[in-house]
């Protein structure tokens, strides 16, 4: 399985099914509205489609078909997520994607260079700096 | 709970237990092959859908796009 950023999924939702062939994918469920807004932006202000709805309904499919999986928000992806977003001062949107990425140990696929460099970053540091379980649970508490 | 009964031959049974026991490891492929078959049948429609509606919007617009809805 696979991360999947929000870019990549309106990429696959507007261009092409072959982007989600390779894999399941899994998200924040930030996701369903980072895709509706961009969905909107093509709809209502440049015009590229005529209607977003029916490609909502696309990707509530995915959804139900497992193709991609949503993850609700937690205690411990929301802290990841602001120590990446502190470190790097990218945006919090782009760090929770990566932060969910690192922590089931997966590829991140996105559209957008700044957020890969910043995930290959941020997985080099991953791999020093792992806590060994007994120090993350003190740290938990 | 319903019960079903497959014919497999010595080898496959040798190869399934492999992975514990034979029903659990059963149960857990027909889950995995059901969905496939949905992931499958999502794609198709989608692929359908997609050859109805050609759209070809840049990458680098949808980029841009998602980074103005991500800006501090």
Not at chain 1, 52 to 75: N, Q
Request: some cysteine; glycine content about 4%.
């Amino acid at each position: 399985m696979i991360v999947a950023d929000s870019s990549f999924v309106v990429e696959g939702l507007l261009n092409g099914q072959a982007e989600f062939e390779a894999d399941r994918f899994l998200a924040p469920d930030l996701l369903i509205h980072e895709v509706s807004n961009a969905l909107f932006v093509q709809h209502r202000i440049l015009h590229r489609i005529p209607d977003g709805l029916p490609y909502l309904k696309r990707l509530f499919e995915a959804i139900a078909s497992d193709s991609l999986i949503l993850v609700p928000s937690s205690r411990e992806l929301a802290r990841e997520t602001y120590e990446i977003a502190s470190r790097t001062g990218a945006a919090v949107y782009d760090c929770v994607f990566i932060a969910l990425a690192l922590q089931n140990g997966m590829q991140l696929r996105t559209l957008d260079s700044m957020q890969t460099q910043i995930f290959e970053a941020e997985k080099r540091r991953h791999r020093t700096t792992a806590p060994s379980g007994s120090e993350e649970e003190a740290r938990r508490d | 709970m319903p019960t079903i009964s497959v014919r497999i031959t010595e080898e496959e049974k040798r190869r399934l237990l492999q992975y514990g026991p034979l029903s659990e490891t059963v149960r857990e492929a027909l889950e995995e092959f059901l969905k496939e078959k949905k992931r499958r049948q999502f794609l198709q429609e989608l692929k359908q859908f997609q050859a109805e509606h050609p759209v070809k919007v840049d990458s680098d617009e949808i980029v841009r796009i998602i980074r103005d809805g991500r800006k501090h």
